[in-house]
């Protein structure tokens, strides 16, 4: 069993070690894709085994430019995607330190944060010294 009382079966233990091995934006129907690849085609665990996933912290919902939602996977605790807009790798970053003067400054103007999302986008550095052009959707959603 993990987190949240979650056996781990077969099919979720599918679902989670393509997600681990993945490391740039996904959905929910690019995992059905692939695990049926590999003769797994339970349409409806997948989506109940991300939603869990994101409920619990282990993936995030990010910004995409595709009719699906789309995720990338974190650690448990707080953290926020970086995504390269090009190649779709994706880096997670640990806390908020960065939020401290947005918050202070706010709470100054009398409104109190209770939650936030921080998702950054740009180049990662491959992508940056190569001279292609940058697309703002993920290669990998379409």
């Not at 939603?51 to 009719?67: E, M």
Request: proline share 4%; aromatic share 8%; hydrophobic share 40%.
């Amino acid at each position: 069993m993990i987190a949240a009382r979650q056996r781990i079966t077969g099919p979720r233990r599918a679902i989670l070690d393509w997600i681990a091995a993945v490391d740039t934006p996904f959905t929910a129907e690019t995992v059905v894709s692939a695990l049926a690849e590999q003769g797994f085609s339970s349409r409806p665990t997948i989506y109940r085994t991300v939603d869990w996933l994101r409920s619990v912290g282990w993936i995030a919902r990010v910004q995409a430019d595709a009719p699906d939602h789309a995720y990338v996977r974190l650690l448990p605790g707080h953290y926020h995607p970086v995504v390269c807009e090009r190649c779709g790798k994706t880096l997670v970053i640990a806390g908020c330190s960065a939020l401290a003067d947005v918050r202070s400054a706010l709470h100054k103007r009398g409104f109190e944060v209770h939650t936030h999302v921080l998702e950054l986008r740009g180049l990662c550095e491959h992508c940056r010294d190569s001279n292609e052009t940058v697309h703002n959707d993920y290669d990998c959603l379409a």
